[in-house]
């Protein structure tokens, strides 16, 4: 062999030796005990997922969003285990809270996101929750409830729905899915250190980002402390991780100027009277606790600060101050309709039963709502045509509509339909003065996610 190809292969046989203690003296964990797999915990998370956005106030897609999504992809990419289709969203309250469910979806609220001083401290934030995903903690926990509940439960795998009704799993401060151990927060912090350590950044601030957290705790959500028990060595822990990697990464990712523009977007959001008024006749916007109420046909979730008024025809929910000159200027108007029975005919005749007509039934109802709408609304138009969505699982519309306002100017009325068996069109039209509906829209989103039908 000739001598400078040993050569090469010696020095390349040293540059590996030298980079596996980075990865061997690394802490191995493993999830634990689970009765579900990880597909199950997609489905888990999926269920408790939709439970929570119906609850809590989230903000739609922004400039802020992307870049949370963006941020914490790198970060998933390094995460060990099984694969999981990552969401990051980001709950618009100025409370400092993060969580994350079974299967990848994970929240953080904009009151955490200001309390980072830096990218490298917000990363490490959800590095920590992202290791609670791929250590699987949340359905390792409800399989601990289960099998306290069920004596066979260690026999064999047990089906997501089964689990969730017999333990009425939700989406509350007490669930089983986001209860976990001081065990687990220190698994978390380890893998989450390694996590950070892979994607280039200082694991180190992890530690500081904690500590910041803990400095807000006037603004720490109670549940915050309660599902996220407090470690008093974790910057001990992970200075001993980082030790056991090899030291800091190398190149050491820093701050980012995207960061610093997305943080002072959400505290001008926070602060600018323009987005949170709550002065002269406008009412104060919706909290982001939700209560239920029970009607004749349906249950679903509002605002607390927001009262129910049972009108004969109808429910109204509005804040103190909803109503201008008597009439709903913020809030939401539930009511039903009884559209007029019509044929309707295909290329070539009349069309077969399914969904075709059922989709065409819908439209027509929602067509013959709006129009009488119209007639006592002579300056209400259609703003942007029907979309499709659901509406306690059953086929729905939702379609935005302008009008005169109350409060002077025009308003959005955003309305969502919805057939019921008997023929009836159910339909709930969220109303706010045009400057104000950004701040509206995701409250009337939650509502009409949350409804429950009764039939």
Excluded: C
Aim: hydrophobic letters at 35%; zero cysteines.
């Amino acid at each position: 062999m000739p001598s400078n190809v040993r050569t090469t292969i010696i020095v390349v046989a040293a540059v590996l030796l030298l980079s596996l203690p980075a990865l061997a003296d690394r802490t191995p964990i493993r999830p634990g005990w689970n009765l579900f797999t990880a597909q199950q915990d997609v489905e888990m998370g999926r269920a408790l997922a939709s439970d929570a956005e119906s609850a809590l106030p989230l903000m739609g897609t922004s400039d802020a969003t992307t870049y949370l999504s963006a941020l914490g992809s790198q970060l998933a990419a390094h995460a060990p285990g099984d694969r999981y289709s990552y969401q990051f969203k980001i709950i618009d309250d100025d409370q400092t809270n993060a969580f994350a469910l079974p299967g990848g979806y994970i929240y953080i609220s904009r009151g955490a996101i200001e309390a980072a001083e830096n990218e490298p401290q917000l990363a490490g934030l959800l590095a920590h929750e992202i290791a609670h995903v791929a250590l699987r903690h949340g359905s390792q926990q409800v399989s601990s409830a289960y099998a306290d509940q069920q004596a066979n439960a260690t026999r064999g795998r047990v089906s997501v729905p089964t689990a969730m009704s017999r333990l009425n799993l939700r989406f509350e401060n007490n669930s089983p899915a986001l209860k976990y151990t001081r065990e687990m927060e220190r698994q978390a912090d380890i893998v989450g250190a390694q996590i950070m350590r892979d994607t280039g950044f200082d694991p180190r601030l992890m530690t500081r980002m904690f500590q910041n957290l803990v400095a807000e705790s006037p603004r720490m959500t109670a549940d915050f402390f309660q599902n996220h028990p407090n470690l008093t060595n974790r910057a001990a822990l992970i200075r001993t991780e980082m030790q056991n990697m090899g030291g800091l990464p190398s190149p050491l990712r820093g701050d980012s100027d995207h960061f610093h523009t997305v943080k002072n977007m959400l505290e001008t959001m926070a602060s600018d009277s323009d987005y949170y008024p709550n002065t002269g006749n406008r009412p104060d916007l919706p909290s982001a606790r939700l209560v239920s109420y029970r009607g004749s046909d349906l249950n679903l979730r509002y605002p607390d600060n927001w009262a129910v008024d049972e009108e004969a025809d109808a429910v109204v929910l509005a804040p103190d101050g909803g109503y201008v000159n008597g009439s709903l200027a913020y809030g939401m108007r539930i009511s039903s309709f009884q559209p007029r029975q019509t044929r309707y005919y295909g290329e070539s005749g009349l069309v077969t039963p399914g969904d075709r007509v059922q989709r065409s039934t819908l439209s027509s109802a929602t067509d013959q709502l709006i129009a009488q709408l119209q007639r006592s609304n002579p300056n209400m138009r259609v703003a942007r045509s029907m979309q499709s969505r659901t509406v306690s699982g059953e086929a729905g519309l939702a379609v935005e509509l302008s009008n005169d306002s109350p409060t002077g100017g025009r308003e959005v009325d955003w309305l969502v339909t919805t057939l019921r068996p008997n023929g009836s069109l159910s339909y709930f039209i969220g109303v706010a003065p045009q400057q104000d509906v950004n701040r509206y829209m995701p409250t009337f989103e939650q509502i009409v996610n949350s409804v429950r039908f009764y039939d």
